[in-house]
């Protein structure tokens, strides 16, 4: 098997097994503790808890971040899931080097193109919701 | 009152679990079977149903991108070249989301699809297609490859066609993800399989490979809208992606024509949430 294969499958699987395990810390605080860390919803409440203005969990990276300085189960588990959304672009940027590092100037270009295309997406998520 | 929070973590997990085998092996994100199970199961919002929907397409293709990728199936360079159009795809979705016609998106498609599954069975019992020359683009970017093939037992070498055609089928994918949330992943398939002539276990694990970064085009938009709800998105990501390991170690060992088999079905199922959908019934 060649070097670059080799390197975007253990970039493959270990982006998994840190955001997996992430979510797994979070989720035993929560079942341990009880507390999400937010506000005491029934569980048929947080079933259907969501939307831009929810209480129940945090959805924006400042309070994920000062959720998890304060150990709130559901921030954690918010980090892990992040981590997990952000790893396909973690993925094609490292494509763009492999690509690189191999002197391939079409695909070097094409991995680029893709890598803004994804940062484009993540800016233009503010607008589109 | 404490049990019962286990039980429905269990249960999620359960049903992901299954999900992320069967999306790994037929090169999709499980969020046809996700989607129905948790809005029908448990009364979870549509919305937040898409969410949880948009992280199982997201574990399955990293869950088993690692080992397609590291046992050399799927086929990186076609991935990445198609994954541009369906990026883009995605993100014009997103923007025609408020002003499209759903219902008729949904029973278009529901259709397309239905009529889509007949080229598929025809080629049952096909593990490598015939007689496929590169066309000018492939040739260019060098798509062509090959695999071990564990059924036949050696190494196969296939060329790749229809690069244009699939490209252009390959927006229309991006579009849909981006629009309804869910199937991009069978048409990617169909597109490879039915355009572009790629040996099938090629097209449903290239597909693997694309649509985590496909869905991570449309992910930030549900994530920052609060639409990925902890409680369903921890028990669905840890589930899938065990299931997504799994699967793609299975893989290796199914016959092509099982896949085949199992895509045809999983292209029903789908077909038939989309025509629900698009005569208003959500499921």
Not at chain 1, 49 to 73: D, N, R, V
Not at chain 2, 39 to 63: C, D, E, N
Not at chain 2, 68 to 86: A, E, M, P, Q
């Amino acid at each position: 098997m060649n070097l670059s294969s080799r390197v975007l499958s253990y970039y493959l699987i270990w982006s998994v097994l840190v955001s997996l395990t992430i979510i797994v810390i979070g989720t035993v605080e929560y079942l341990v503790t009880g507390s999400s860390g937010y506000v005491n919803l029934s569980l048929t409440q947080l079933l259907k808890a969501g939307g831009l203005s929810t209480t129940a969990f945090p959805h924006y990276i400042y309070t994920i971040i000062t959720g998890m300085l304060e150990f709130k189960s559901f921030a954690i588990i918010q980090f892990g899931v992040l981590l997990l959304i952000l790893s396909p672009i973690g993925r094609i940027f490292l494509q763009i080097l492999i690509y690189a590092k191999e002197r391939d100037r079409s695909f070097t270009v094409i991995a680029a193109v893709v890598f803004l295309i994804l940062l484009a997406s993540l800016y233009l998520s503010k607008f589109i919701s | 009152m404490f049990d019962l929070t286990l039980e429905y973590i269990l249960l999620i997990i359960a049903a992901s679990v299954i999900a992320g085998i069967i999306g790994s092996m037929a090169g999709l994100g499980g969020g046809v079977l996700i989607v129905p199970f948790l809005s029908l199961y448990f009364r979870v919002p549509i919305s937040l149903a898409i969410g949880a929907s948009i992280i199982s397409v997201i574990a399955t293709s990293s869950g088993s991108a690692s080992a397609y990728v590291r046992d050399k199936i799927s086929n990186i360079r076609v991935g990445t070249f198609l994954v541009l159009f369906t990026t883009s795809g995605a993100i014009l979705g997103a923007f025609l989301e408020r002003i499209a016609p759903r219902n008729i998106i949904f029973l278009t498609f529901g259709i397309v699809l239905l009529i889509s599954v007949l080229p598929l069975i025809r080629k049952i019992g096909q593990v490598v297609p015939e007689n496929v020359k590169n066309d000018t683009i492939s040739e260019k970017l060098s798509l062509n490859s090959h695999f071990h093939s564990a059924e036949l037992d050696r190494e196969v070498e296939y060329n790749v066609t229809g690069t244009k055609s699939g490209s252009a089928m390959m927006l229309v994918a991006g579009v849909l993800s981006g629009l309804l949330g869910i199937g991009s992943g069978v048409f990617k398939v169909i597109a490879m399989d039915t355009f572009m002539k790629l040996p099938i276990k090629v097209s449903t694990t290239t597909s693997n490979f694309m649509i985590g970064m496909t869905a991570a085009a449309s992910a930030g938009i549900y994530f920052f809208n609060g639409d990925v709800n902890p409680f369903i998105a921890a028990p669905v990501a840890t589930g899938v992606l065990i299931g997504a390991i799994v699967g793609s170690r299975l893989l290796l060992k199914t016959k092509s024509s099982t896949i085949r088999v199992l895509f045809g079905v999983i292209i029903v199922v789908v077909a038939v949430e989309m025509l629900l959908n698009g005569v208003g019934i959500r499921v």
